[in-house]
């Protein structure tokens, strides 16, 4: 399936974000739109970053004693109507299934988008005591909103993701457990996929529509936008009223859990490209590249062609074997320059070139995905310097990506900064009074909304950046996806 | 979430064996049904399970050098209706989703029953040339197929499967794809889930919607009827003809590809609880048990309990750290004997008692679980005998289902034996001239189906065993799920 696109010019990213991004996926082969509209077909390459991404955040969750479990897509319609501001942040977004083996269903079936509802319903049947709690699980699963604007991994109609659902004796319990899994994505976005984040609180009107309280984790795309990267919700007792999980305390009274809920989607995907790719194509921190490696051979004369290609499977084998990589040999009929594009489109973090010259000198040209950098490094020594490279991609892809945004956030204390800033594609730390009224006035203005109350940011006594009153503290204001 | 149900009484199988198996699904925790009439609840316990034939069925499918990838579960209905026996096979099972995002759709959509359809239309814009050959793609999905009579894991509305997906240049590298992956099954059953299978072919009345030949997995369950674990098709060029998915060949010329598809769901789990499981409860194979080990320490005087435990935690860790097992101590407040109930019935292959005796004489009390056995052993060997006896339980769970089903199949010559031997739950081997009519009539008489042709049978001259028409080879002949 390697069909050559060398011809295919990507957009840059200063001149069209947008459509760079789209071009992005199309040349590195991460997926397409399906034939129903907002759908995603992932494609082999894209599917095998987000397996990585399932593979690692499912081990992080496992240690921590959460259990996988498998909760039915379909749920009755009545359910979702049980608490009110879940139903009317949902309704708008619902697939519906009215008919199915030939006939018409007497309660239509509302596909899942997003599960609290029908899994709480299953913890009041499974939670009687305090003895049951706490109740820890998780789902892999695909869940369906109704997108009006698609957009491949950012908006899809049908996408795929985790949903931890938890119920706790205590109030306490629940808000520590959400915040801890808050931290578990943090961890991740942070020491895998090379993000850095912000962590804190949603407004009332951008959190979950049925939670106490949402924690959420931000990051800055490289035109300047937040992209909600995943979320915890503290739902305090909403859903365990309406769906009577109760339990019997030690002392044999009796109580409503509290519970947690907390996702990330293939969403976090686009932000993987968002953050890192460059004009040439995809860029992957080494962490979650499916490969890390790529050989090209490199020969003019047919001659040279068996012993370069010899000694490439044979240093292909070694990072195998011996550090234990993920490897591609290119031993496909194109010249070596098609080669180096296709793969570096492909975002391989390192590429190994061996030609006849560097047989003689007993070294390969190293080539780094990031920087571009080349270097010539003796066979002897090609396994410790992959290794060390790898964490030096690894860690340089995050502290670019960091010093970026820090530049980026703007602290500012006038209206008229405050819309100059958002306009240059900034993240804007300003003063809110904590109303609901002036949080919707600045986004009808700038599209700007508040991506969160920062966890980091100290209480501080100023102005509401619009309406002048007064306020104890800097949140940070965004255009988002 | 340990409730104590060790008052629940369990069926016996050789009295209600359906009861049976609702009852052992619900003792060991694995599954529970969902409030949409034939959805299932997977509950961790039986999630752990299907996540260990996950696992290992992917990374079989990935040394073969297949890709995994997702489509989506939305299906434009004109897609089914290309296929002219695959919509007649598919329609009547179908979900249809009529509403989404609060209107009235133009074109209704599908709910993927199976994936045949969209991932050809997607192969037909991925394959050109005899280059983009063969394409060997995976996905592992919820698929939806309307069950009037739902059991859990046998027949589910909504249930998890694979479906593999490829693309050849000849019928000859088709055919013979499939047939790998058909032997792919058979070592995963044999192997892993300690189940023997029969190979062979489906008549056509049985084979999948749309293929030239249907391989199938055939395998025996405790009372006798037969369940289908796994299927592996030859398409042919069925639908790549109608969804257009050709290539130009080497010589110039075009052809469309050649097709195979196969597939395996959690009904496996349904065949694992059938072939093993005892009027105890749950019984695993070693190699697909999430909990290999349960530790019971055992005391009387609370003097004892803390020593006790702390010898049992050591044992825990060794076995954990040293031969990599899945152990769990149980720690609980229940008295040992419920203990040890509450873990037979969840199927753990060995328990191991450790009291203050067993202190005294270093030495700890090791029971299986597939035989009842007891025995000693020093806590010195203890690592190596656990070891052994995984291997052991595993062969023996095999060898004993084998025997029980080699004794329960049946050569058969004359009507009234096939009866007599039908009504007696067991397997026929038969003559069968090839026609339809009497396939029908023989199922219409005694609920039997013909399950395979088997690749073993060798061709031998002999009469059907309804119509006395000539016939070449015996078949088999099963009730089944």
New interface residues.
């Given amino acids: ?3 050559l696109d060398s011809d295919k010019k990507i957009s840059s990213r200063d001149e069209n974000f947008s459509a760079w991004y789209q071009e992005i996926i199309d040349v590195a082969d991460l997926a ?1 739109h ?3 509209k907002g ?6 390459y894209g ?2 970053i ?2 990585n991404v399932r593979n690692i955040l499912d081990k992080e969750f496992k240690d921590l004693g959460v ?10 319609e009545s ?1 979702l109507k049980k608490e009110e501001s879940h139903v009317e942040g949902f ?12 006939k018409k269903l007497q309660e ?2 509302i ?1 899942r988008p997003t599960s609290e509802t ?1 899994i709480y ?2 913890f009041s ?4 005591s305090y ?2 709690l706490p ?1 820890v ?1 998780n789902q892999w ?2 869940v369906v909103r ?3 604007r698609p957009r491949l991994f950012l908006r899809t ?2 996408f ?1 993701w985790q949903e931890g659902h938890t119920a706790h004796a205590t109030y306490e319990e629940a808000d520590d457990f959400a915040r801890t899994m808050l931290n578990v994505y943090k961890k991740f976005a942070e020491d895998y996929l090379a993000i850095p984040v912000i962590l804190g609180v949603k407004s009332d009107s951008e959190k979950f529509a049925g939670a106490v309280q949402t924690y959420t984790v931000e990051a800055m795309m490289q035109d300047g936008k937040a992209l909600q990267c995943a979320t915890s919700h503290n739902l305090g007792q909403n859903f365990s009223k309406v769906f009577n999980v109760s339990f019997n305390k030690e002392d044999s009274t009796s109580d409503y859990v509290w519970q947690t809920s907390w996702g990330l989607s293939t969403r976090i995907i686009g932000a993987l490209i968002m953050v890192h790719s460059d004009d040439i194509g995809l860029v992957l921190p080494p962490k979650v590249a499916p490969i890390h490696v790529v050989i090209v051979p490199v020969w003019n004369k047919e001659v040279d062609k068996e012993r370069v290609t010899a000694k490439a499977l044979e240093v292909k084998n070694d990072l195998i074997s011996k550090i234990g990589l993920s490897v591609n040999l290119d031993t496909s009929d194109l010249h070596a320059g098609e080669k180096y594009y296709y793969w570096e489109k492909r975002g391989i973090p390192i590429r190994i070139e061996i030609g006849p010259r560097d047989l003689e000198n007993e070294s390969a040209v190293v080539v780094r995905r990031d920087t571009g950098t080349k270097e010539n490094i003796k066979f002897t020594l090609l396994n410790e310097r992959v290794k060390s490279l790898l964490i030096e991609i690894q860690s340089n892809l995050y502290g670019r990506a960091l010093e970026f945004r820090n530049n980026k956030i703007k602290e500012v204390n006038t209206w008229k900064d405050f819309v100059k800033e958002i306009e240059a594609g900034n993240f804007i730390s300003a003063h809110w009074s904590g109303e609901k009224t002036t949080e919707e006035e600045i986004k009808e203005k700038t599209k700007a909304t508040i991506r969160c109350i920062p966890f980091s940011e100290k209480e501080s006594e100023g102005k509401c950046i619009l309406s002048g009153k007064p306020s104890h503290k800097r949140v940070i204001f965004a255009r988002a996806y």
Wanted: glycine share 4%.
């Fill in positions: 399936m390697k069909n397409e399906g034939p129903v759908t995603m077909i992932i494609k082999p599917y095998s987000w397996e259990q996988n479990a498998y909760f039915p897509m379909f749920i009755p359910f309704s708008p977004e619902v697939a519906v299934v009215t008919y199915a083996g030939g239509a079936l596909i029908i319903d299953a049947r499974w939670v009687n003895r049951d109740v699980i699963a695909n109704w997108e009006l109609t049908e795929l």
